[in-house]
């Protein structure tokens, strides 16, 4: 009898041992694997220098491994991630949760910003002989202005010497050309990071206007006498363009034709390839701006004047105004252009106008004004340009008057299809408004 019980004893032990483990076995085949939680956010932005909190949300996630992977690649393994962009452009960000039961997975879009790219900048004379000028930046997303940003993002870099005036700036194979005149320098930075990387030295001898890109390796200088090849590799000077002399200052590139304004000879048509001349518009005051069929337009006299850049026939349209270049102080013409519409400012002698005028294939457009600002204010500079990312009409006004009046700026952002204005940024100091820069 008390072998048997011990038999029994024992195979009851064994068959209660092996429903645990069977109950065991059971239980794992049954953990439930992590699901994506709800409708997310996966879509963002950041600028770099900027980071960004990633808090994916799954059910049934505790226990669970995590992977995260930026464009394929391992960077983390915590159920969050800090992302600090390395570089500009679109990023797929993934992460994978996964427990015995299964896995889940979400696959962020964030575009990043270069620092100075989702914005435009805006170029400042500066005071002369007091300060230089410098370059702001109007970002988008925070819809303010930020001041200074060529000093504070190079500190060890300047735009001396003091009596130099910084006239002009463009952004060619993404390259930020800021261009000074009076002695001071040109300089290249990268047109996202606004990091320096090459420069013409300040000379007593300069006295620069404006730059155009001809192609990746050459570009051309316009200055107060003729126009300066340079390597745009290299950033050296190459040379001037012969039979062309005097104060040169915009130039625009359309097709095989390179547009400019010169003071003795009006516009200057080059072949852009030969930098041979192959036609000259006599009389013409302001000059460059381009419409969506390629078409090119300068004015002069009370004329606005039509361009065919392959052709290079005109036609002439009666402004009803006189169109008052910038030859005297020079600054970058104050015309401009939309897809399908010219924008003319009515300036004084001496600049200083508050009319803006349009015009879109209807002469009865230019017999009233598109903008008319407040008797207040002037524009200073060339004072207005198209914003094509926006659809608006970017205009820099100062106070009218002199002295302390031209510490009173203001920025103006109009409706370029309505003339309507949409915002008004006002900012003290004496910065003497030059050209925006868009990333167009």
């Not at 500009?88 to 270069?114: C, F």
Request: aromatic fraction near 12%; proline fraction near 4%.
């Amino acid at each position: 009898m008390k072998l048997k019980f011990s038999f029994l004893n024992r195979l009851f032990f064994l068959v209660f041992a092996v429903s645990i483990v069977g109950c065991s076995n059971d239980d794992a085949v049954f953990i439930n694997p992590p699901s994506v939680e709800g409708a997310q956010q996966l879509l963002d932005t950041i600028t770099m220098g900027e980071s960004l909190l990633l808090s994916p949300k799954f059910s049934n996630a505790k226990n669970s491994m995590f992977e995260w992977k930026v464009d394929g690649e391992l960077v983390g393994n915590d159920s969050t991630l800090v992302y600090i962009p390395e570089a500009r452009g679109t990023h797929q960000i993934s992460v994978l949760a996964k427990n015995e039961g299964g896995e889940a997975s979400l696959t962020y879009d964030i575009h990043t910003w270069g620092a100075f790219e989702n914005g435009f900048y805006l170029i400042n004379e500066g005071w002369f002989g007091r300060g230089t000028g410098t370059v702001g930046f109007y970002r988008y997303d925070t819809q303010t202005l930020e001041d200074s940003v060529f000093v504070k993002t190079n500190p060890t870099k300047d735009l001396l010497p003091l009596n130099s005036t910084l006239g002009f700036g463009a952004i060619h194979n993404q390259k930020l050309y800021l261009v000074s005149k009076v002695g001071g320098p040109v300089v290249v930075s990268d047109a996202y990071s606004l990091k320096e990387e090459q420069r013409i030295p300040a000379s007593s001898g300069n006295n620069w206007r404006a730059f155009v890109g001809v192609s990746d390796t050459q570009g051309l200088l316009s200055s107060s006498n003729g126009i300066y090849k340079v390597n745009l590799e290299t950033l050296v000077l190459e040379g001037t363009l012969p039979g062309i002399e005097g104060q040169i200052g915009d130039m625009m590139k359309v097709g095989e034709h390179i547009f400019v304004l010169s003071q003795r000879e009006g516009v200057i048509v080059l072949n852009a390839a030969t930098y041979e001349v192959e036609k000259r518009i006599p009389d013409m005051a302001l000059g460059f701006a381009i419409t969506e069929d390629h078409t090119v337009w300068a004015a002069g006299g009370t004329s606005l004047v039509k361009i065919n850049p392959s052709t290079l026939e005109t036609k002439t349209i009666d402004l009803g105004f006189k169109a008052n270049s910038s030859w005297g102080a020079w600054h970058p013409s104050s015309i401009t252009a939309s897809a399908n519409t010219v924008f003319i400012a009515k300036n004084g002698s001496f600049g200083g106008g508050n009319e803006i005028y349009s015009y879109s294939n209807d002469p009865s457009s230019l017999q009233t004004p598109f903008i008319k600002l407040p008797e207040t204010e002037v524009l200073y500079g060339p004072g207005l340009a198209f914003n094509q990312a926006k659809g608006q009409l970017v205009v820099r006004t100062v106070r009218d008057g002199w002295g302390e009046n031209f510490s009173y700026n203001k920025l103006h952002f109009y409706n370029a299809n309505s003339g309507v204005l949409e915002k008004t940024v006002a900012y003290d100091g004496y910065y003497f408004p030059a050209s925006p820069v868009f990333h167009n």
